[in-house]
């Protein structure tokens, strides 16, 4: 199973908004609604953000929002802020009980 | 609070073996899956294994499949992956989360295998 495809960087500006794509196939995440994003901060547990394509946990912002269109799946964070700088990973279901995550994506904010 | 408190990560030389455990708390242990995902340094994240509530059905990588064996102890909220036949390739921090939706994570325990 290979990775999901991830840019390695994105960047935006305080209160400016970012996207970062995730790029699979029909057989992960184009196959499943199970698709979800966590976010890294170094040396730290990831923390998931979004998952099901679009929903978000409790206590996350509402700036942190997630699509998916076929096999690419996208997360936006809007009204970037300092504390967003971090990684990013995307996952899916990859069917028979098997996962995958994202190259990963660290943004900046500038 | 949920908590899952991971341990037992070293150094190891290849070929030899280590268990790995993750301590749950805060919820209702019996009632998920689990997994554990690995991250090498400087990498991203990799899907290691995961074990059904009951520890009656157990999914492996390729990458480990025949060398870790993952299990449960749901009367000391424990989940375990057993690491044998271990290769320079296998040096991570390892991290078992909670299923379905991998929403709680443990802190991760490192291994370091080399010579």
């Known amino acids: 199973q290979s990775a999901l495809t991830q840019p390695p960087s994105a960047s935006g500006s305080p209160g400016q908004s970012v996207t970062i794509s995730c790029t699979g196939t029909t057989s992960d995440v184009g196959g499943y609604i199970y698709v979800s994003w966590y976010q890294q901060h170094p040396g730290k547990a990831p923390k998931l953000m979004i998952y099901?394509?679009?929903k978000r946990p409790s206590g996350v912002p509402d700036r942190f929002s997630g699509s998916k269109s076929g096999n690419t799946a996208s997360l936006t964070v809007s009204g970037l802020q300092a504390e967003d700088e971090a990684d990013y990973y995307c996952g899916s279901y990859a069917g028979s009980n098997n996962y995958v995550f994202g190259t990963g994506t660290k943004v900046t904010v500038l | 609070q949920v908590q899952l408190v991971e341990s037992g990560g070293g150094v190891v030389q290849p070929g030899r073996s280590l268990r790995l455990s993750c301590a749950a708390s805060g919820f209702t242990f019996s009632n998920f899956d689990m997994h554990w995902v690995r991250q090498a340094p400087g990498k991203g994240l990799e899907w290691v294994t995961l074990?059904?509530?009951?520890?009656?059905?157990?999914y492996y990588a390729d990458s480990v499949k025949g060398r870790f064996t993952i299990s449960r102890d749901n009367s000391k909220n424990t989940l375990y992956l057993q690491m044998n036949s271990l290769r320079v390739e296998d040096t991570a921090v390892y991290f078992c989360?909670?299923?379905?939706?991998?929403?709680?994570w443990g802190q991760g325990t490192q291994v370091i295998v080399s010579s």
């Open positions: 099901e394509v679009t």
């Open positions: 989360a909670r299923s379905p939706q991998f929403d709680y």
């Open positions: 074990i059904s509530y009951d520890g009656t059905n157990k």
